[in-house]
């Protein structure tokens, strides 16, 4: 086993913005793609991860840090400290028993491949530390890492299945066959799912507002650029900045609307020859199969839905995070988690109403998950030696992870918690009749791609 970690370990030590590139660049050379074109898909790929990194954290940074300013005002303490994914994935990967997870989750997926109990294969390979996130917290709260790694088996069994059931959806909204999302977050579906039964009753899907139908309606006002605008002033000024100041925020929120949907256009551009080379190989050598490849969320993150709704987030969640009981987060990296307006985008079909309700419903329990998981989080920092500038008695969380309510009620389940096992019957239950769902909304998405 120290071999294979030895092995692993310095590739992944690479980050994603390059173990993915060389990821499609080998894709590319099995499917018979040109060396040349290969490369290009590769490092177009690396270029479109950086892209979207370097607005996400353009938007936290300048937004995000009007919001906090107000926090900072209003005299609160709050001890846990939000480090951001990018730091928990981080101390992740440094687990001892972090390399076991590579092996396993290519493992299930070949075997499921070659029992056609899938047709996913998931190349998003950088989110094998979403696994082992699950595994090492499964592992703190059992004292048992096979039960750990049990469980993390059974997420990538379910991130196969999800992108098996979302794959017309994908292509409806991408324009590119032959790929689907695998990232773990859009599981999160499963519990949004029953609060969409219910906004779908209140609000008729015929009163649909996305950015098409907001610039209908209200037209400058509804350009998301302008809407950037706007928000982000009103964020610098609720953080008690100038004017000056809160328009220079206004422009930085404009700013990465509307460069979000450009950056995408990259992963566009390098997954359409791949995707194209994917199909033939597999109609050449396994006829009759529909393959499609499992990618990472910014496959959609173009559409401006997202992230008006994330911005329109910002200011609930630091005022939330300074009055709701229980809490102990204070919000800092995480403030345009993504982990419920992607999924949300996906079960509402880009509906921002009620994306945005659906995510304003979320802070609480992100809030207070969080704040559950910050002991454990502050424990695995500590493991390999702590976190530079961390005050004696703050601990560190995550605000708004990836399946936060699905691996809360995990754990509640193992520690045999009353509510955590009935919780845990009500997910299997909704999974069923999400799963069911998510089916028929495939065949309607592939009726439509066929006309």
């Not at 994935?89 to 076991?100: C, I, P, S």
């Not at 982000?232 to 930085?252: D, H, M, W």
Request: charged residues 10%.
């Amino acid at each position: 086993m120290q071999m294979i970690s030895e092995i692993i370990q310095p590739i992944l030590d690479m980050g994603a913005t390059v173990f993915l590139p060389i990821i499609f660049f080998v894709i590319g050379m099995i499917v018979r793609m040109k060396p040349g074109r290969a490369a290009s898909a590769g490092i177009t790929i690396g270029v479109a991860f950086t892209g979207i990194s370097m607005v996400m954290n353009f938007l936290t940074s300048n937004v995000g840090t009007a919001a906090q300013a107000f926090v900072k005002n209003s005299g609160f303490q709050l001890p846990a400290l939000d480090m951001g994914w990018a730091a928990m994935l981080g101390f992740t990967w440094q687990w001892k028993y972090a390399f076991l997870m590579f092996p396993i989750q290519i493992g299930i997926n070949f075997v499921m491949l070659l029992m056609n109990w899938t047709n996913t294969l998931n190349l998003d390979m950088w989110q094998v530390v979403n696994k082992i996130f699950t595994a090492y917290i499964v592992t703190v709260i059992s004292n048992n890492p096979v039960l750990g790694f049990a469980v993390a088996s059974v997420q990538v069994v379910l991130e196969l299945k999800n992108g098996d059931v979302i794959k017309r959806q994908i292509q409806e909204i991408t324009g590119v066959p032959g790929v689907t999302i695998s990232h773990p977050m859009l599981l999160s579906n499963v519990i949004i799912y029953p609060f969409s039964l219910l906004l779908n009753k209140l609000i008729p899907t015929t009163k649909k507002v996305d950015a098409a139908a907001l610039r209908a309606k209200i037209g400058f006002f509804g350009e998301t650029n302008v809407i950037g605008l706007i928000i982000g002033t009103g964020i610098g000024i609720f953080g008690g900045y100038s004017i000056a100041a809160a328009l220079l925020v206004g422009i930085q929120a404009a700013t990465a609307l509307t460069l979000f949907p450009m950056v995408t256009k990259l992963f566009l551009t390098a997954l359409t020859p791949i995707s194209d080379a994917t199909n033939k190989f597999i109609r050449k050598h396994f006829p009759g199969r529909e393959i499609v490849v499992g990618l990472d969320w910014p496959l959609i993150a173009g559409n401006p839905e997202l992230w008006v709704v994330a911005i329109l987030t910002i200011p609930v969640i630091v005022g939330m995070s300074l009055i709701l009981p229980g809490n102990i987060v204070l919000p800092l990296a995480s403030l345009t988690a993504t982990s419920c307006f992607v999924p949300s985008f996906i079960i509402y079909r880009g509906d921002i109403v009620k994306m945005l309700i659906t995510n304003i419903a979320a802070v609480p329990l992100f809030l207070w998950i969080s704040s559950y998981f910050a002991p454990i989080f502050t424990e695995l920092a500590n493991s390999i030696g702590g976190v530079e500038g961390l005050a004696e008695g703050q601990m560190m969380t995550q605000y708004g992870m990836n399946l936060s309510v699905i691996r809360w009620i995990v754990c509640e389940a193992i520690q045999k918690h009353p509510v955590g096992i009935g919780l845990f019957a009500v997910l299997i239950v909704l999974g069923y009749f999400y799963f069911k769902e998510m089916m028929r909304r495939e065949n309607e998405a592939e009726a439509r791609l066929q006309k």
